[in-house]
């Protein structure tokens, strides 16, 4: 259920759009950053027309199934990547995408879907929810807002990916 909330706040908002190549409803993120729209589509979530509920849960369901047939399992666990929790050596190999400066404010975006999540499961887990919103003191992003400005967050930002990839080898 969190998930189908987190779904329709994405795209029941004044920031979503119409994508008129499928002639639906977009979600808000069509990069990583909140577009500027002149108009925005209205969602009529009971029916069964875009982004309505029915469409929203039938997606989850259809993910939920497809993931059931997996035989594989995953250990999932929310920690710094310049602190992770696993022994040296533990890893074949580390995919990653690392951030880049100050272009993506990724902590800023994710709080469209934390505060919905916070609503829905944030009992459930309680530990992942303990903050208003996305933690962000430690997020290797170079803001330029903070005190120092752009330069301390340049600083900052290297630091911390230093110690990151130090830690992954």
């Known amino acids: 259920m969190g998930i189908l909330v987190d779904k329709l706040s994405s795209s029941s908002n004044t920031l979503a759009r119409w994508q008129p190549n499928g002639e639906k409803i977009a979600d808000v993120y069509a990069r990583q950053a909140l577009p500027i729209v002149w108009d925005y589509p209205e969602v009529n979530m009971l029916t069964g027309a875009s982004r309505s509920f029915k469409e929203l849960l039938s997606d989850i369901f259809r993910v939920i199934e497809s993931g059931a047939s997996m ?99």
Do not use: C, Q
């Open 71 to 169: 035989n594989n399992s995953a250990f999932i666990s929310n920690a710094s990547s310049h602190k992770l929790p696993f022994e040296n050596g533990f890893f074949d190999a580390i995919f990653t995408d690392p951030p880049y400066y100050d272009n993506v404010p990724y902590s800023y975006l994710s709080d469209l879907f934390y505060v919905w999540l916070k609503r829905s499961v944030g009992n459930i887990y309680p530990e992942l929810f303990s903050t208003p919103l996305t933690p962000k003191k430690n997020e290797i992003v170079a803001y330029s807002n903070g005190p120092g400005g752009w330069e301390e967050g340049k600083v900052f930002f290297e630091d911390m990916l230093k110690k990151s990839f130090k830690e992954i080898n």
